[in-house]
């Protein structure tokens, strides 16, 4: 990570006010495709994480039955918080929290998590770890939109501020979403860029069950 935490949230509490202004093409389609790859159900549960002015949140808050915001900055959490009330929306709840510990409430059990334009700002290795906590938390989602490495990183092009930005490669996600126990079920590239990985939970394997059919006729045939 290029900043700390506190150099992270103080800049977005600077920027909260405007940030929804500053939207450019590829944000937004990215921020519809990971709403439409999350596709929250009724009585879901969506953990949001980084989630900002709630771009992603609050749209999932009008289907699933309770989202769970979480982000470093006050100041952003703060105008989630005024944008769930001008629309009514009493499912998203917003608070502090960050990648590595999300704060998710002991009654909340998570369905699916997001996140979009947030993984960036962390490491490499920070993101694997991030991932990893994610997938403790078992959704049978995640959805994780945001400024990653189709190709070469060039930083003339937009979305990459070296002196900010961490952007991985696309194969580091890839890897780290399938060491986590996910399965990629989709990638979408918006831009050079930017994209989304979409992962799909892989239940563990069962316990093995030995032979198929009656154990006694199994012990049976073995007797001879
Ligand atoms: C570019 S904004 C994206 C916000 C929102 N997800 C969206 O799509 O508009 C990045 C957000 O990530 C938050 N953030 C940065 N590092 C974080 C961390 N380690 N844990 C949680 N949130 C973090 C920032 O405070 C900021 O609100």
Known sequence: MKHSLDEHAARFDEMAAEYDDEESDEYRAC?????????ARPG?????????????????????????????????????????ADRGLSTAEFGEGRFRDPAVPDDADVDVATTNFAMHHLGDAEKREAIEVIAELEPRRIVLGDVMLFGEADPSEPFYSPEVDDPATVGVLADAITDAGYALTAVER??????????????PVGESVGPVGDSDDAAAEGES
């Open 31 to 39: 921020a519809s495709l990971v709403v439409e790859h999350a596709s």
């Open 44 to 84: 879901d549960t969506v953990l949001d994480l980084g989630t900002g002015t709630g771009a992603i949140a609050l749209p999932l808050a009008e289907t699933a039955e309770r989202v769970v915001g979480r982000d470093i900055s006050e100041g952003m959490l703060e105008e989630a918080r005024a944008k769930a």
């Open 190 to 203: 918006v831009h050079d860029q930017v994209g989304v990985l979409v992962a799909e939970r892989v239940e």
